[in-house]
Structures are given as C-alpha cells and as structure tokens.
C-alpha cells in the first residue's frame, strides 16, 4: 500500500537550532517524493523535490531508498520558517499526490 | 502566467442551494485536481482530470459534480451539500512528466 508517514504532529524549536522532519513512506515502484510547505493563511506552495537535490530557504532532503526515508533538514531554523510541512508522494500515473499527516514546525524567538 | 485562480475565495452556502467552485490555470497543465482539506488535517484527493477526461474519481458523493470544460478550466458544483462538507476545497495543476502540482488559494466553504 502507498503511504506517508510523519511521526511528529508539532516540532518545536528555538531559533538557530537545527531542525530535522521527518518522513517515511512505502511504496513498491519508485516514487516521486516531495516536501510542500503551507504557511498561516497562504496556499500550499512546493519547497522541494527529491530529483532536483537542490536547496530551497536552505531546507535540504535526501531520498534514502534503503530507510524509505525523505527527511527534510535546515542547519540553523528562522522564525520565518514556522509553517505546516506535508510530505507527499506521487506514485500513480496521473500523479496524484498522497500526503503524510502533516508537521507543524514552531519556530521561538 | 504560473498561478493556480480558485474562485470564489469564501463561500457560504445552505444544505439546499446549487453552488460552483472555479479553478483556473494558463500554464498549459493538462491535468488538474481537486482536493477537500479538513482544519489541522492533510489534503485529501477527490477527482483527477488528465486532458479533460476524468481519470479519478475517489468514492466523492454525487453531490460533488466536477466538471472540465476546457484545458484551463475546472469547475466543481456542488448540491445537496452536508454540514460535514464544510472544509477547504484546493484545485492543483500539473505538467508532463514528473512535473510537481502547483496548487491554488483554496475556496473556503461553509454549510449552514
């Protein structure tokens, strides 16, 4: 069965401290993997896709296919950076997207 | 133009009335979707539309209608609507390939 899983509901964090996100998903083919990010009262806007390894608001992710991990990581957490985290998967043919339960990130000054 | 317009952005509505959703996107995406979200809780998928055609409809109640009447165009009416349908309502669009979905604002619905 396709799923996502994200153990924390709300990671807590003070500024300048590193932040990690977890994410786990089971899937039998090879999948698409992504982290979107909705912050208070604005869409859901894609941070980062695991093909493009690239880094976004300095947030990286790495797909780790033997852990079927896509954790999401940032050194040094801004209080900018406060926002619900979803971590989704694309495995169908028409790319629909199955998302994790969700990870509200909490920045404190 | 890389934008995702849902209209309208709220809507109130009774348990009798005909209303519609609008989605709308001139990126050239040939799928697009719609997506019910509960407070606190993930999206969920409800229909998928590839090149007008429904590909996938996930056990949504007939009271939800989606419609496709061009590439940039997506409409969802609604009718005979529950108190428990109240949620917001995403519409996403996607590119070929292993393009990502960009989403819209959402249309925020109420059911008195």
């Known amino acids: 069965a396709q799923r996502v899983t994200q153990p924390e509901k709300l990671l807590s964090v003070f500024k300048g401290a590193p932040v990690e996100l977890k994410c786990n998903y089971s899937?039998?083919?090879?999948?698409?993997l992504f982290w979107y990010v909705q912050y208070s009262r604005q869409r859901l806007q894609l941070l980062l896709r695991?093909?493009s390894r690239e880094s976004i608001k300095g947030f990286t992710a790495d797909l780790n296919k033997g852990e079927t991990s896509f954790h999401l990581k940032k050194p040094f957490a801004q209080e900018e950076d406060s926002a619900m985290y979803y971590c989704?998967?694309?495995?169908?043919?028409?790319?629909?997207?199955?998302f994790g339960k969700g990870t509200k990130l909490s920045v404190k000054p | 133009d890389t934008e995702v317009t849902q209209t309208p952005k709220h809507l109130v509505m009774g348990m009798t009335n005909k209303k519609s959703l609008k989605c709308e996107q001139h990126?050239?995406?040939?799928?697009m979707y719609w997506y019910k979200q509960k407070a606190k809780k993930p999206p969920e998928l409800m229909f998928v539309?590839?090149?007008?055609?429904?590909?996938i409809n996930e056990s949504v109640p007939s009271r939800f209608s989606p419609e496709c009447p061009n590439s940039s165009l997506l409409n969802l009416h609604l009718h005979a609507l529950q108190p428990e349908d109240s949620a917001l309502y995403l519409c996403?669009?996607?590119?070929?390939?292993?393009?990502?979905?960009?989403f819209g604002d959402g249309t925020r619905l109420s059911i008195l």
């Open positions: 996403a669009s996607r590119g070929p390939g292993n393009q990502p979905q960009h």
């Open positions: 899937y039998s083919g090879s999948p698409e």
């Open positions: 695991h093909i």
């Open positions: 989704a998967l694309s495995g169908g043919s028409q790319g629909n997207l199955i």
């Open positions: 990126m050239g995406h040939r799928a």
């Open positions: 539309y590839s090149y007008e055609k429904l590909s």
